[in-house]
Structures are given as C-alpha cells and as structure tokens.
C-alpha cells in the first residue's frame, strides 16, 4: 500500500502549490496519539516547563529579592527597592528580570512540533509546525492525552 503526503503542482512544493491528503494527516494524528507521550523530545520539553522559569526572577525572586521599605517611607516610585523586576523602578525591568522558559511549576501545556524551523530555547513553535500539544504537571510529568492542533501544515514557507 502506498501512502502519499499530498500532491503538488510544483517542484519544489510551496504552500500554495501543495495539496495535503487527509487520510494521512489522519493516520499521523492517530499515531501520534498513541505515541507522543514517548518522544524524548516531548519528555525533555514537560521538564523544562516544570522548571521555574520566570517564578524566580523579579520582585520577590530569587536574582533580585524583594526589599522592604523601610517603615515610615512615604517614596512610593520603588526606586531603589527591587520594584519592576529588579530593574530599581517601576515597570517590566531589564531582560534579566523577566522570565523565560518554565512554567513556574504550576503545569500546563507542551507542543509537539516538526524541527524544521526550530524556535529559540524557551520560545514556541509557529502554530503551522505544531503537530500538537499534551498536558504536564508542575513536575514535568506527562498527564494528558495528545491532542491534535489543527494548524499543522506539512509544506510551509520553510520547506516540507
């Protein structure tokens, strides 16, 4: 039996060029379903999330702790006090201060994607390279059942 991706009008395919077939993206959903939760990838991606992430950094975080004022200050700009994450004044602060890839231990989702654009480390993937997501606890552990995007394009701009 013989199963084509699709079928194109151009070589190389483009998007506007390629015609998906269905019942494979349907026999990929249905793999992947069953054997996502598996993916190394996937597995290393939930223990990253679970990491703290962003929750350790600012006001109150552990690279620039919160600092008390001292009593009876009436200066209410935060300068100098860890205000805005650790930035000494109001607002988001530094990129230092902000978060980045973690899920401050609380849970959520991962994606599941192609690695033919790869994002940045602690960036999501373009919703046409995610194949899918699946659900992880605050402690990295795989919970859910994978499930299917729906945004997933096998040609984009990227290449097939």
Known sequence: MLLAIGSTTEVPPTPQTFTENHEFLTILSDVLAKHAAQDPYLQAQAQVFAGPGGATLGSGGAFFPQQRRPRGSKDNS???????????????????????????????????????????????????????????????????????????????????
Do not use: C, K
Request: net charge negative; glycine share 30%; proline share 4%.
């Open 78 to 160: 935060g300068a100098g006090l860890g205000a805005g994450g650790g930035a000494g004044g109001g607002g988001a602060g530094g990129a230092s201060a902000q978060g980045g890839a973690g899920g401050a231990r609380v849970g959520g989702h991962v994606h599941l994607s192609d690695l033919r654009n790869p994002p940045d480390f602690g960036r999501i993937a373009w919703p046409e390279d995610i194949l899918g997501s699946i659900e992880v606890d605050g402690q990295g552990n795989i919970v859910g059942e994978f499930q299917t995007s729906g945004t997933y394009r096998i040609v984009t701009n990227e290449g097939m």
